[in-house]
């Protein structure tokens, strides 16, 4: 299956894994399926980029190394839609909204997206406590990666 | 939307699992207790709002900012 995307142009998607989100992500909860693209020469982003609607790209990183004391519990509600059986089995991602100039760009702490790599199934799942902002500046680590 | 008046330590119930009851009144502020199973996402509104918000912001995404993301490493 081919899919227009908004920053790789046409891609064939039959051997890149696709993740669902039940859910879909608040605000855009009609995209229930993504695939996570390279960037060229980047390994520091991603983009999560909608099967179905071209414009819906988004920029996303690990947060581990770019923020390095993030911790959080992944909630019931979270372990349940994903059907979560173990420590191992997941991975974190967090959504970068990119700016002009790239050093002004945040990143949402707030509303990390937790991936199950048993089931392809996924979330966005939303901390209640205010530790995080949702609009983290990217620090200098990250700003490194634009120079 | 359905509108009901409550008193401190009454409750609403919502279909068979889920309960809210009313802890506490005090000014302008109610402490609420919500009992749901564990599938459901129990959030605070201005919250969710704020990350909707946040996701629609991060897909607009010039392409002339993008391509500085390119061969960075």
Known sequence: MNIQTKFHGEIEIKDISQWTFPNGLPGLEQEKTFVLLPIEGNNTFQVMQSTTTPIIGLIVSNPFPLVPDYSFKIDDSTIELLNIQSQEEFTVLVIMSLKQPFETSTLNLQGPLIFNTNNQKAKQMILNDTKYNLRHPIGELAAKGAQ | ?73
Request: proline letters at 3%.
């Open chain 2, 1 to 73: 939307m359905l509108v009901l008046s409550r008193k401190p330590n009454e409750s609403i119930q919502i279909g068979d699992n889920i309960e809210i009851r009313i802890i506490e009144v005090k000014g302008d502020t109610v402490r609420i207790g919500i009992e749901a199973p564990k599938s459901v996402d129990i959030l605070r509104g201005e919250l969710v709002q704020s990350i909707s918000e946040s996701n629609t912001e991060a897909i607009s995404i010039d392409l002339n900012v993008f391509e500085q993301l390119k061969n960075k490493n």
